[in-house]
């Protein structure tokens, strides 16, 4: 029997299957656990199972020791975790690709709809108690029919977003380091462009790239100022793809017309320039947040983790 330790609270199902044939140690405080708490609990541990909350770095893989086998990190993101140091000492570290594609595409094109429509504007208004009624160019906001939607990072995430965006009208451009499979390409009516071409003819700008050092501040003042004055960002990815100080100037210009966005660039602060802002649609990384995906997510990690520990290749190994 080995010994795993799960950094968060996650859903019931996962646990009883670790604990089914290994002893777990889960923590299930209402806040994050402390880093300090977090290390002394480690020591000793075979399996990691790890929330995108938890970094997971060197000096906590030298705390739990050599016997670590496995970071099984509950998110698809892994910019929680490093790692080569993981590979250095020889442990498997894996994430949960597949299973959040549909819910996060959801989100992606919820923040479209709310920012082009002006839906967080219209649910302040009425909550603030305002008077309004009913007028010919009352909260206007833009058509999606016709428009053309640029995806940056065309993974399963992107590719999902932009299936949904084509139900509505849209025209599809994409940014990635690969070709995406033709047939899904005819399917979408998908065209591949460099990054400068996405930015200049998009009407949305929507974000699905992994972060990393290639990715931090992708899109920074020089970037927002190629994009169309009248075009929105949103991102579902990660905070820190965008320059987000930068990203509050252009929309308090005007520079573009509108953001949604899901992740922030020091989770979980917000720029305070953005609560500012009402062209900006704020939400609290929900993209993978249905009980359904949690689950799943949840399963899937613990799948990885007794994978390893019973010395087969993990469904999802990181790389
Ligand atoms: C992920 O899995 O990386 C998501 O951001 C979690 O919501």
Known sequence: MSRVVVTGRVPDAAIEKLRAEHEVDAWSGPESIGREELLRRVAGADAVVSLLTER????LLDAAGPQLKVVANVAVGYDNIDVPACTERGIVATNTPGVLTDATADI???LILMATRRLGEGERLIRS?????????FLLGSSLQGKTLGVVGMGGIGQATARRAKAFGMEIVYQSRSEIDPGVAAELGARRVDLNELLTVSD???LHCPYGPATHHLLGAEQLGAMKSSAYLVNTARGPIVD????ASALREGRI???GLDVYEHEPRVHPELLELDNV????HLGSATVETRTAMAMLA?????AVLGGDRPPAPIG
């Open 56 to 59: 997971i770095d060197a000096e």
């Open 108 to 110: 992606a094109l919820s």
């Open 129 to 137: 108690g305002q008077a309004w009624k009913w007028g010919m160019f």
């Open 204 to 206: 949305v700008v929507s």
């Open 244 to 247: 987000e100080a930068a990203l």
């Open 257 to 259: 017309a509108g953001a």
């Open 281 to 284: 649609v704020l939400l609290p």
């Open 302 to 306: 613990a799948d990885n983790a007794l």
